[in-house]
């Protein structure tokens, strides 16, 4: 059976990486894929990326199923054009994946459906926009409403980067239509952790929980980035927790999407927020993986992704379960220097190749790339093409342990000036310590 994975970073190659290993897979096209794709047994990469391109290519290979990575694919209505065509694809259609893409749309779902999330105002105006600021004074986030390759939101601390914020995004449109309304929000104090289901439209299955670390410095400061590293499970989702969650959120989501004629199929993802009082509101919903939590997700995955998917896409998700491995995992994200502002490109990496070589169980982690090519000396070596350029994902028998072995790693893996974390699973340990 021959597959088809949409994407290039490093969710894709953790997906294409795992489908791979299904027995009756003998080969998964990544469009278009990275270096880690590009080298990893199984996988292949094309460069192909207009959907009537891709449709082509799918019928020509006769691709069994294709997998949606990215946000901007399913914004773009590939999932609608695949079907149109004839062809089995996993993701939501367009007009479901607003959930993504238009956080006024999710904000006014999760009203309608009482789902529990912050309170909120929108604004096209400016000046409206400012006199609501001043009225209920910061902390306050301020959201464009669109697609904002994760730029679009800012968590104002004072009266002054609110408006400072208002004025970028409704009045200099420095988002362009993504930032032609914002939602201005109550700013929620917690723990923050990620939910990943997948749906058929009728039935949910829930995937290992995470927690993702946004910001790009130790200790939770600087700028908000896609995600600096993850792990897998969290110990902040408690099994009653857990149970509230689907209950309260996820069961809602799709009932109400049902509810108003909406099929949604795919992954979903809920960003929540769990207060003090142990109740979790959610911040987002993406239609999709998380990027960095697929990683340490998919390496701690036993089942078969692509049965899972073909239940999905059949409308069976209430056959099939998922088995974890029972240790944690955690994935530490290597970025680029200057990323998210302004990453660098085409410097060399090195210590990838030793690496494999030297472990004595290479079963024990995965190295996911992301924004990487093989160009230089007879286009063998493997150069960084972007703001998150690997994950270095490791397996641990608690989190701590996860933690250890991926930065033992990491010292083994250079590129000039890259940035990491040091601290990626911190909030975890010291929950299980207190315990
Ligand atoms: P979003 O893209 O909506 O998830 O926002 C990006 C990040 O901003 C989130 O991961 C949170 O860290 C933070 N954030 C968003 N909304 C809120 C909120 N209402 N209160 C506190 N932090 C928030
Ligand atoms: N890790 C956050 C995201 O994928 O949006």
Redesign the pocket.
Known sequence: MKLLVIGGGGREHALAWKLSLSPRVHKVFVAPGNAGTALECGLENIAISSIPELIEFAKHEQIAITVVGPETSLAAGIVDAFQAAGLKIFGPLQQAAQLETSKIFAKEFMQRHHIPT?AYARFQDPVLAHEYINQKSAPL?I?ADGLAA?KG?V?AQTNEQAHSAVNDILVEKNFGSAGYEIII????HGT?VSFIVMTDGRHILPLATSQDH?RLYDGDLGP?TGGMGAYSPTPFISPSLHAQIMRNIIYPVINGLKEEGIHYSGFLYA?L?ITAEDQAKV??FNCRLGDPETQPIMLRLKSDLLTLIEHAVNGTLDKVDTEWDRRAALGVVMAAHGYPENPRKNDVIQGLQNLIIDQENTDNFHIFHAGTYLGGKDEKEIITAGGRVLCVTALGENIKIAQQNAYKLIEKIHFDDYQVRHDIGYQGINYQRKK
Do not use: Y
């Open positions: 912050a986030v959201k994760g939101v968590v929000e109550e700013f929620l923050e946004k908000n960003g927020m911040l987002e």
